[in-house]
């Protein structure tokens, strides 16, 4: 065996499952298509785990392995498509220490994707459809109405030069912030704390979608001989939001208890919804 191909196994050996920044860039690029999977149901779920092949082949190179980790990114994923990559770069971070250590908890790389999907989103979607893609369309059109070809150009310029720049940007910033932080907590010995402190998190994040995502009104009044209200009402005096959490507990017992499906639940939710409706029960 000559010297270089000694050297480059040498090196091999002592990288061990690190992330290199080829794959690092391979997935900020397979970003870029993140809307083109989208769905109800799951959302973005396909287009990340389609951005975390290029890591997730470094770190698992046993076929067993890789199907595991690719269908854990197969959980539900939404989130500002510009700025996913900065969840892309923290989910990476965490794949390599996964891989490193076989006790390391899985469940906290989704745990802490949801938790960061909030303020990623509202920062983001407030910053690039909000305010920047208004403001660039305004110059872009103001070229575009005198007949200037700089129109369009400007537009696509004064838009995705940002936005490319945000992504390069948040990818490699998660992943030195994942990597460091993991480090961390590991040598302190709070790594336990911090994955249940993220579960937890996710879990508020997910009941706060919850109460605003979905709604359910009962229009059944409800009367003593004097006062009336309706059901809605009454439950809501019992705990705000009641009803939704209902909702959600039935199809959560009846996808992950009983194993209906999505479209079967989306079938049964229509026709229910038809059904109250037309006798008044549902509003």
């Known amino acids: 065996m000559s010297s270089d191909a000694i050297k480059r196994a040498v090196e091999a050996e002592v990288q061990g499952g ?12 397979r970003s870029c298509g993140c809307s083109f999977s989208w769905g ?9 785990a389609y951005a975390m092949i290029p890591v997730l082949r470094e770190l698992y190179p046993e076929k067993e392995q890789m199907a595991a980790a690719l269908k854990r990114h197969l959980a539900y ?35 802490t994707k949801i938790a960061i999907m909030g303020p990623i989103s509202g920062i983001g979607d407030a910053f690039f459809w909000g305010t920047f893609k208004i403001i660039a369309t305004a110059i872009g059109t103001s ?9 369009p150009i400007l537009f696509l310029l004064l838009y995705n030069i940002p936005a490319f720049a945000t992504r390069i940007g948040l990818m490699h910033l998660g992943y030195d912030a994942g990597t460091k932080f993991i480090s961390q907590m590991s040598s302190g010995g709070l790594m336990m704390k911090v994955m249940r402190a993220a ?4 879990l508020f994040v997910v009941g706060g979608m ?11 009044a409800v009367s003593d001989g004097v006062n009336s209200q309706t059901v809605s009402d009454l439950l809501n005096q019992i705990m705000p939001c009641l009803a939704p959490l209902m909702v959600f507990a039935a199809t959560y017992w009846a996808i992950v208890k009983k194993n209906v499906s999505s479209l079967a639940m989306i079938i049964i ?8 409706a037309f006798f008044g029960i549902l509003g």
């Open 18 to 29: 690190k992330v290199s920044k080829a794959a690092l860039n391979k997935t900020m690029w």
């Open 40 to 48: 109800y149901e799951l959302q973005g779920n396909i287009a990340f």
């Open 77 to 111: 994923y939404n989130v500002t498509n510009q700025c996913m990559t900065l969840n892309l770069g923290i989910a990476s971070a965490m794949e390599e220490e996964a891989s490193r250590d076989p006790s390391f908890d899985t469940d906290v790389i989704n745990s």
């Open 143 to 151: 070229f575009a109405m005198s007949g200037s070809i700089l129109g």
């Open 199 to 202: 579960t937890i998190l996710g």
């Open 210 to 220: 919850c109460a605003s995502l979905v709604s359910l009104n009962i229009p059944l």
């Open 269 to 276: 939710m229509t026709v229910v919804s038809i059904v109250g």
